[in-house]
């Protein structure tokens, strides 16, 4: 603004001294105009590609430098080849660089060459013309001044043509994302999970009625820009729920079982609404999710995944993720339902001792017993454990069940599991497969019924080698 001040000025003060020169200095003008134009397409087209040159080596330093991922590289990978893709990509990006600086080098350069060319074709008229006596030496040598004043914001606003489209670039990678339509929102009427605006706990009955739900396509959650290809797969996913129905009581447990990709994970997906359902609806104490506030949602049912994923910070900040306000006795608390407290105790500096990037400086059953704190902690009224002791020894096991008995006592419980022998005690199994529930009752029911969870039962215990005697088909 103060650029465009001063010009206009300056033009109106050299227009009043004399037009002539004053038209002879901006027959120069086009030389600043029509460079900057394709000098800002030509950076803005660098900082684009430099952009995408740091996405990638910010992805591959996030999945190869992680714990996870640089184990993986040493077992299988090979470090050379990633070391030089890195560098690769990195030299690129030096490169672009280098070539930016020498742009705007060159056009700064040759701005303040027109601008000098400018004042010697000013001084030169105006020369002529004082020498005539059609102008006075004095108004030449302001003009030459003036001139100054005005090529100095020309060759300001000139670059800053430039660093606005470089900037641009960055704009709309922001904006991408920032204009990417969220696929949940909550209802201009949404109100809290009946029963929970105090805060506490509170049976909660959860109902699937009539479901049937198909992931969403690719551009639908993502950005091409995201993705590295030039255009998303619009294509939509296979349903994956076919007219599910499923009724949790408040209090009682319910056991999820069949074949890996039976839809068990989607469902509890759903009821944690971290999608919505294409047919039918979820209910929550008799509500449709959708006409509740998704913050509610989420402070009522609690979800337990197998990977048991911690942040790389302290025990407490990863403990108190759902309750910031939490107390330290509180949290000693949790620890000791969680059969974790002499653990923690044990630790260099207790609470305050970090856990390193997704927890790798605990074990397995460590981390899935922490997350059970945290659970704990955020005192959901539901909650959903989603093959929770699927990669733990029987030891780990063990511990994690007997932890899992505080955290689902007194609550509202769906139980995925592929270990049988963990739901028996469930008021109600059932049995998905292809997304379709195919049985449903209690264990010995099921078994009695000899249909696909006896054969589950079958097959998996004459792999353990670890039948019960008591039941019929094992006797």
Do not use: C
Request: no cysteine; proline share 4%.
């Amino acid at each position: 603004m103060s650029n465009i001040v001063t010009l206009t000025l300056t033009l109106g003060v050299m227009i009043y001294i004399s037009w002539q020169i004053t038209l002879l200095a901006l027959v120069l003008l086009p030389i600043f105009v029509v460079p900057a134009r394709r000098m800002g397409r030509r950076m803005a087209a660098l900082s684009r590609e430099a952009a995408e040159h740091n996405a990638r080596m910010s992805t591959q330093m996030t999945e190869r430098f992680s714990a996870p991922g640089a184990t993986l590289v040493k077992l299988f990978g090979r470090p050379d080849l990633e070391s030089r893709e890195f560098a690769d990509r990195a030299d690129r990006v030096r490169d672009i660089g280098v070539r930016r600086a020498m742009l705007q080098a060159y056009f700064f350069t040759a701005l303040t060459l027109v601008s000098a060319l400018a004042l010697a074709l000013v001084y030169g008229l105006g020369g002529w013309l004082a020498v005539n006596e059609h102008l006075s030496a004095g108004a030449v040598v302001s003009l030459a001044l003036l001139l100054t004043r005005m090529y100095a914001p020309l060759t300001a606003l000139a670059n800053a043509r430039v660093e606005i489209m470089s900037a641009l670039v960055s704009f709309e990678r922001v904006f991408e994302v920032l204009d990417l339509t969220p696929l949940i929102t909550d209802a201009p009427d949404a109100r809290p999970v009946p029963g929970t605006e105090s805060g506490r706990p509170v049976p909660v009955s959860v109902r699937f009625d009539d479901v049937s739900f198909a992931y969403p396509a690719a551009d639908k959650v993502s950005l091409a820009s995201l993705e590295e290809v030039e255009q998303l797969d619009n294509r939509a996913g296979t349903t994956v729920l076919h007219h599910v129905d499923l009724d949790v009581p408040a209090g009682s447990m319910v056991a999820l079982v069949g074949s890996s990709g039976a839809g068990k994970s989607t469902i509890a997906s759903l009821a944690t609404r971290l999608y919505d359902v294409d047919e039918g609806s979820v209910q929550l104490s008799g509500v449709d999710i959708r006409d509740l506030q998704t913050a509610s949602v989420h402070r009522t049912v609690g979800l337990v995944t197998q990977d048991g994923h911690l942040f790389h910070d302290t025990v407490r900040a990863n403990l108190v993720l759902a309750r910031p306000d939490t107390s330290d006795e509180e949290i000693w608390d949790a620890l000791r339902r969680a059969r974790l407290d002499e653990l923690v105790a044990s630790l260099p500096d207790g609470l305050d001792t970090i856990v390193g990037e997704r927890g790798y400086r605990l074990s397995g059953g460590e981390r899935q017993r922490m997350t059970i704190a945290r659970l704990l902690l955020a005192q959901p009224s539901v909650v959903i454990l989603d093959e929770a002791t699927a990669h733990l020894d029987s030891t780990s096991e063990a511990a994690v069940q007997e932890a899992l008995g505080e955290a689902l006592e007194g609550r509202t419980s769906i139980v995925i599991a592929h270990r049988l022998s963990t739901i028996r005690a469930a008021d109600q199994i059932v049995v998905l497969e292809a997304g379709r529930v195919v049985e449903r009752g209690d264990h010995p029911t099921l078994l009695a019924r000899n249909g696909r969870y006896a054969e589950l039962y079958r097959t998996q215990f004459a792999d353990d080698g670890d039948a019960n005697e008591d039941d019929p088909l094992t006797a």
